[in-house]
């Protein structure tokens, strides 16, 4: 069987964010990381070819830059890696994207497609299930735990304020939400190994038919403002800085009774 | 900019709420906002509903309420729901679909887009009518993304509870009534069991007061202390991934970018470090009160007020304070 | 003079002297054949080159094994131990000239030279050595602590009944010829009284029964010395000469740059060096270790003692095999080529035989442990070389270390503040950067803590004002700088330390940056001692040792005026591995504070817990190493709390709070900050 997971290069949360003069992001000089979310895909994927002998392939799609996303993919343990080099970054429009992975996961004769559901960065949330469409596959998102039993993927997943228990048949689409998997550090002797492993390369021209068909949003990108920050109490015991803080919040801030 | 002529502008409340929630008030003020610009009408699509909460959704500005009425309980099963919803707003052709950003709308309404082929546009924080455009939140919470609506948009939304307020715009009900009967459609997905997780009276979201517990509650001891204040301040209670962890709580009271974003009019953050994946969730409050005995907690960068201590000590004596608010 | 012709008649009333001769060719044939058993076993490991500077290794060894000093730096069983070792040692003198007067016919029994260093020297000696032995048996059977075996008491026995079978016949012989020089040997005409009344040929009798007693005792001890614990009379020299005389803190370099590495760290026993191996050998179980460690003296199951043993136990349960098959090997690559050597052992894991996991991550490579050894062994950097196998090729450590590898990994500093933050605080102080001025003397590099721990900054502007104030010539790499990756490479991850160290390395050249001035010993450790292997090398000081220049040179001038009693606390990787004792002491007292010092301090100094990564670990066993610390340190009674490490201050104002004081924890740089400024204020008000 085979797993084809889907992994993205991101910006580390913990960035400082900046726009050039065209209003874009300032990408250079920024850590990029692989996106939390891909990595619960991939930790548990690599967990099933641990137990089932699966194949997982990590395919991911960008410039050189996305390149140590499926490095970082291969050293957890996946089998083999694809980059779509998409340099003048056409995917970040989310149903062109979801086309090109969709034809991926065809090419490498996927029974499982993994990935995240939603990205940390962007957090658009929906590359996997449109991916699932394209393909016309069953999808479960925000998926907790999973596990096979045969033919069927078994999933817990978030559904409204509970925890479903969703079964799909295979092949399916399965989209990762934090816990589904504990993701492993790889050992500086996994990353040796990995530097050995090749990458195949595909270009995005080869995928994606066009992008005529989706429909394209006009969007303006601008810093929030940081909330300010207020005050530490002082005072000279607990019980007096909670007296101060309980009367701030009723005269200043003018919560919690009712105001 | 010319004549939009759009139709429609629809809602999609929570297939999941027994009784109406302000959010599918809200989401309608913000639909009757967006469709006086664009000259379309708003249509609310409810699962259930009395008579009053169908009043209030027409106050609220929709000129068409349709009760839905399934022949089967496809509440929780996304698959189903996302299936009747691209149904239904295929047949209504609407352009524009408001779903909330809850658990329910984060399972249906990308599924939904994909169907329909629309853009989808997650976790909107403001939707400005006047301007024709809805702002969503994204990069943890550090950039927002304004979206302009034009006549060829075509986009599926989910829209933070909280994030528009609700307004009564007529005094009048005059929204048109409907009931549709949704056949079951066959799914790929075999829902088996579903477990309600959330614990507390008051739903997260929707909350006035939150209180949150993080690593610095330690063990059920100091969880309960949090809890214990979270009952007094009548407040939702949440948690970090930590705490979650641990198994005080279910997920579905985690506060964060996996989970809730919340909104309240005061956030109690107890024993929370402040990562910028737990503030992805939460810096939308009003109000944040925190307490956490280290200084250099981030948490403090974000507060109104701090108080530097263990919350051991200082939360009893908050309750102390706080029981006593009513005299 | 009577004395005169003094003498003692060898052999008196013995024959068969062949016998013995006999019997001690077989004993020392015993004796060479253990000792060289050992010395082959310990070569299973890895050769390490410690042969350089033999003088200064020869003095070593010479000032702590034959002279104990640091034996002896503990008063107690020091002086058991040297009354054993110099009575032992004394009598070995006495035996030998007897020995040469023997066979190679020299005339040392004789005269001044007999009676009072072979009679009455030998006679103090053994009385001591019986003394020391009987005392050394007693506190054995007393100290529970010691976790004595049999054999240490077996030993012990032998090595007394030695003793008093040799005053027994020196007793029997004084009685029984009636020795004219008796008052030369106290103790053997004590004895000799004994027996007086005796029949003349009973005594002669006694005394053969009891000489052949002596010498088979003797020789039992002597053809079993190697193979006993008492072998360590001759490891412990070698050990000593071979011993660390760089920076105890060095680690052994791994190339990374090599794309052929195979393995690295320590995983079986075979992976330590020889010198490893013979530490475990040496260890004589004395348990000083054990009394120094914070993680053992805080109830935590690391047992340093254990360890030292557990690599014992393993090479003496593997050695064999492992040479066995290296033979084996040698043997079959000569004669059938390299086809037919491929016998592969299964070695046991040293995690889990020799230490158990979770001990592995209780050392906060402090180096008490090393610094207590009379013998030297090194022990952090053996658990050091475990940790870089277990994190660099197993992937295991435990959890809560991912966070800070990743955070390093991506933001260059343990707690992952986004790396462009780290000049916000020192640009607010108005600190250049090297880029904007590239020929200044010093590189000012406040580390991690300083640049991103509120609490730190404040020391940060200390040293910066004091840098400014005193006109030295500065300037920071600002968001050029990373971790210096000590936690990393403490911690056992090797390819974090390589990517943080080299980056730094590259910014640093590209400045041609010579002098470093740090805010941290563990930058300053990492700087001097780690960054050398990756061939940066530059003239690295710590910011105490500035201000105690500044101060010296007269360009600083605190007031005299702190009347405070200040306690200070010594940062392991300043006090005990960077020597850096006198300068910090030194600068507050010309603050005019008096310095009260802990029972543990300068170079027996107790760690604050932040050790070897141990900041960004958690403690889950026993109390918590910080609070001891704490609490060593309050019991001072002291005013205030002075360190020079900003962990230390991280940990210590932790543990402080924990106890409910009040008492504030303070960096040098700040105390001689605020005299200044206290004094050029009164002098120039503005």
Same mark, same amino acid.
């Given at each position: ?26 990408? @250079? ?183 005529? &068909? ?46 | ?40 009408? #708003? ?32 509440? /929780? ?34 599924? =939904? ?9 997650? %976790? ?23 979206? /302009? ?83 007094? #301040? ?94 | ?46 050769? #390490? ?23 002896? &730096? ?35 029994? %004789? ?38 075996? #049999? ?37 053997? %005409?004590? =004895? ?139 043997? @079959? ?69 991912? /966070? ?8 260059? %500093? ?89 980056? @730094? ?65 010594? /940062? ?101 900050? @605020? ?12």
């Amino acid at each position: 069987m085979r797993i084809a997971v889907f992994v993205k290069q991101v910006m580390d949360p913990e960035a400082v964010l900046a726009f050039d003069e065209s209003g874009a992001l300032v990408q @250079n000089e920024q850590n990029l990381i692989i996106d939390a979310y891909s990595e619960y895909a991939v930790e548990r994927a690599v967990q099933l070819k641990e137990e089932l002998g699966f194949e997982v392939i990590a395919v991911t799609i960008g410039d050189e830059n996305s390149i140590p996303a499926v490095r970082h993919a291969l050293s957890m343990g996946c089998s083999e890696a694809y980059q779509v080099s998409d340099p003048d970054q056409l995917c970040t429009i989310p149903e062109l994207k979801a086309q090109v992975l969709a034809a991926v996961a065809k090419e490498v004769s996927a029974d499982l497609v993994m990935g995240g559901c939603m990205s940390a960065d962007t957090g658009r949330a929906q590359v996997m299930p449109r991916v699932a469409e394209i393909l016309g596959l069953p999808h479960v998102n925000k998926v907790v735990e999973m596990r096979l039993e045969g033919n069927l993927v078994c999933t817990k997943s978030e559904v409204n304020d509970g925890i479903a228990e969703i079964d799909v048949q295979l092949p399916a689409v399965i989209c990762a939400q934090e816990g589904l998997a504990e993701p492993r550090y790889p050992s500086m002797w996994d990353i040796m190994q990995t530097r050995k492993k090749t990458i195949q390369t595909r270009s995005v021209n080869e995928y994606a038919t066009s992008c005529a &068909s989706t429909s394209h949003l006009a969007v303006v990108l601008r810093l929030k403002e940081a909330r300010k920050s207020g005050s530490i109490i002082e005072g000279e015991t607990l019980s007096e800085v909670v007296q101060k803080a309980v009367s701030a919040l009723r005269d200043e801030a003018k919560v919690l009774w009712g105001a | 900019m010319g004549c939009l002529s759009m139709s429609r502008v629809v809602v999609f409340c929570d297939s999941s709420e027994t009784a109406l929630r302000n959010v599918s008030l809200e989401m309608t003020t913000g639909a009757r906002c967006l469709a006086n610009e664009l000259g379309a009408g #708003v249509r609310v699509y409810i699962w259930n509903g009395t008579e009053e909460e169908v009043a209030k959704l027409s106050t609220h500005g929709a000129d068409e309420i349709a009760l839905l009425d399934a022949d089967h309980d496809m509440a /929780s099963n996304p698959e189903a729901i996302a299936k009747t919803i691209a149904k239904l707003a295929a047949y209504d052709e609407a352009d524009i679909l408001l779903l909330p950003h809850t658990s329910f709308g984060f399972a249906v309404a990308p599924h =939904v887009a994909a169907l329909l082929d629309a853009a989808y546009v997650p %976790n909107v924080v403001a939707i400005d009518g006047e301007q024709r455009a809805i702002e969503r939140e994204s990069y943890s919470g550090k950039i927002i993304e304004r979206v /302009s609506i034009t006549a060829e948009t075509r986009l599926v939304a989910t829209v933070r509870p909280k994030a528009v307020d609700a307004v009564v715009i007529t005094e009048s009900c005059q929204a048109k009534m409907l009931n549709i009967e949704v056949s079951w459609t066959d799914t790929h997905q075999v829902v088996r069991n579903v477990a309600e997780q959330l614990i507390g009276q008051v739903c997260l979201t929707e909350a006035d007061y939150v209180v949150g517990a993080g690593r610095g509650v330690r063990d059920a001891e100091g969880f309960a202390l949090v809890a214990r204040l979270s009952d007094v #301040v009548g407040a939702a209670l949440g948690a970090t991934r930590a705490v979650i962890d641990e198994g005080f709580l279910g997920l579905s009271n985690q506060i964060g970018q996996t989970g809730k974003a919340i909104a309240p009019e005061l956030y109690i953050a107890c024993g929370i470090s402040g990562s910028i994946q737990h503030m992805a969730g939460a810096s939308a409050s009003k109000c944040i009160l925190a307490i956490n005995n280290d200084p250099e907690a981030p948490i403090f960068k974000y507060a109104d007020y701090g108080i530097v201590a263990d919350l051991r000590k200082a939360v009893p004596l908050l309750i102390e304070h706080l029981a006593h608010k009513t005299d | 003079m009577q004395s005169g012709e003094a003498f003692r008649e060898i052999f008196w009333n013995i024959d068969h002297h062949w016998l013995m001769q006999a019997l001690l060719v077989l004993v020392l044939f015993l004796f060479v054949f253990f000792l060289v058993r050992i010395i082959r076993l310990t070569r299973i490991g890895i050769p #390490v080159a410690r042969s350089d500077r033999p003088g200064k290794r020869l003095w070593g060894s010479f000032r702590d094994a034959i002279l104990q000093v640091k034996v002896l &730096s503990e008063k107690k069983s020091g002086i058991i131990h040297a009354m054993m070792y110099f009575g032992f040692l004394v009598l070995l003198v006495c035996t030998i000239t007897i020995a040469f007067d023997t066979y190679l016919g020299t005339h040392f029994i %004789n005269g001044h030279f007999y009676l009072y260093v072979i009679s009455l020297g030998g006679d103090i000696a053994g009385l001591l050595f019986c003394a020391g032995v009987a005392a050394a048996i007693v506190r054995r059977a007393v100290n529970k602590n010691l976790e004595t075996k #049999v054999s240490d008491i077996i030993i012990l026995v032998i090595l007394l009944l030695v003793g008093i079978t040799g005053f027994t016949i020196e007793g029997l012989r004084i009685a029984a010829a009636d020795d004219p020089w008796r008052m030369w040997s106290p103790i053997g %005409n004590l =004895v000799a009284y004994a027996f007086s009344g005796i029949d003349e040929m009973q005594l002669v009798l006694w005394h053969r029964v009891f000489w052949w007693i002596h010498l088979v005792l003797a020789f039992a001890a002597i053809g079993t010395w190697t193979c006993t614990k008492l072998v360590h009379t001759f490891l412990i020299p070698l050990i000593l000469y071979r011993r660390q005389l760089d920076n105890a803190a060095i680690l052994p370099f791994v190339d990374l740059e090599d794309m052929d590495i195979q393995e690295i760290g320590v995983h079986t026993i075979r992976d330590f060096t020889t010198k490893d191996l013979l530490d475990s050998e040496a260890c004589i179980r004395c348990s000083r270790c054990n009394e120094v460690c914070p993680a053992f003296t805080t109830g935590k199951t690391l047992v340093p003692m254990g360890f030292m043993q557990g690599v014992r136990a393993q090479l003496r349960l593997e050695g064999p095999e492992i040479k066995a098959t290296r033979r084996h090997k040698h043997k @079959n690559d000569v004669t059938e080529g390299v086809q037919g050597a491929r016998k592969e052992l299964t070695l046991m894991p040293v995690v889990g035989a020799s230490i158990k996991k979770a001990d592995l991550w209780q050392c906060v490579t402090c180096g008490a442990c090393t610094e207590a050894c009379p013998a030297s062994i090194e022990i952090a950097p053996k658990v050091v070389k475990i940790r870089t196998h277990q994190v660099s090729m197993e992937g295991a450590f435990p959890n809560e270390a991912q /966070s800070t590898f990743r955070a390093l990994e991506t933001n260059g %500093n343990p707690w992952g503040t986004g790396w462009q933050k780290r000049m916000d605080r020192l640009a607010d102080l108005e600190v250049l950067t090297f880029a904007e001025h590239p020929n200044a003397e010093w590189l000012y590099w406040p580390g991690c803590s300083g640049a991103f721990d509120d609490r730190n900054n404040k020391v940060t502007a200390a040293v910066t004002q004091i840098l400014k104030a005193t006109g030295v010539d500065f300037a920071v790499l600002g968001n050029e700088e990373r971790c210096c990756g000590d936690a990393a490479r403490r911690m056992g991850n090797e390819y974090v330390y390589y990517q943080l160290a080299s980056r @730094n390395i590259a910014a640093l050249e590209s400045y041609g940056i010579k002098k470093i001035l740090t805010q941290c010993p563990h930058c300053l450790t990492a700087l001097s001692v780690d960054y050398p292997q990756l061939g940066g090398s530059y003239e690295v000081i710590h910011h105490t040792q500035l201000i105690q220049r500044l101060i010296g040179e007269g360009r600083l001038k605190p007031s005299r005026d702190l009347s405070a009693s200040l306690a200070y606390h010594d /940062s392991c990787y300043l006090g005990r591995y960077n020597h850096v004792l006198k300068e910090p002491r030194l600068a507050l007292a010309a603050a005019g504070a008096s310095i009260v010092e802990p029972n543990r301090h300068g170079k027996a100094g107790f760690c604050c817990g932040a050790g070897g990564g141990g900041m960004w670990l958690e403690e889950s066993q026993g109390t918590r190493i910080n609070v001891e610390r704490a609490k060593q340190l309050l019991s001072t009674n002291a005013s205030q709390i002075v360190t020079g490490c900003p962990f230390c201050l991280t940990m210590l104002s932790d543990g402080i709070k924990a106890l409910d004081s009040e008492v504030s924890v303070c960096d040098v740089a700040e105390i001689i900050w @605020n005299s200044t400024l206290y004094q050029s204020d009164r002098i120039e008000p503005k």
